[in-house]
């Protein structure tokens, strides 16, 4: 299972993570509650994330960076 890109949905404590293989087969469907997000992207090897730019985004993109994922915010 090699995820290229992650999609991640924030909410206020549950966030919900899709990704995706090389050749776009969904390879991840995952419910995470907002303090085992940072531990379970540390396991992953470094991929593209996307999420929606709101409020906590911001910090949120600077926190999985620093894991080595390259993370882009797509306007709402």
Not at 30 to 39: Q, S
Not at 49 to 57: D, H, L, N, Q, V
């Amino acid at each position: 299972m090699k995820i290229t890109t992650l999609g991640i949905d924030l909410a206020k404590s549950v966030f919900q993570l899709h990704g995706v293989d090389a050749d776009g087969v969904v390879v991840l469907q995952k419910k995470l509650r907002r303090g085992a997000v940072l531990d379970f992207l540390g396991k992953l090897d470094p991929c593209l994330i996307g999420m929606e730019a709101c409020a906590t985004s911001h910090y949120w993109a600077r926190e999985i960076a620093v894991l080595g994922h390259d993370v882009r915010l797509i306007p709402p």
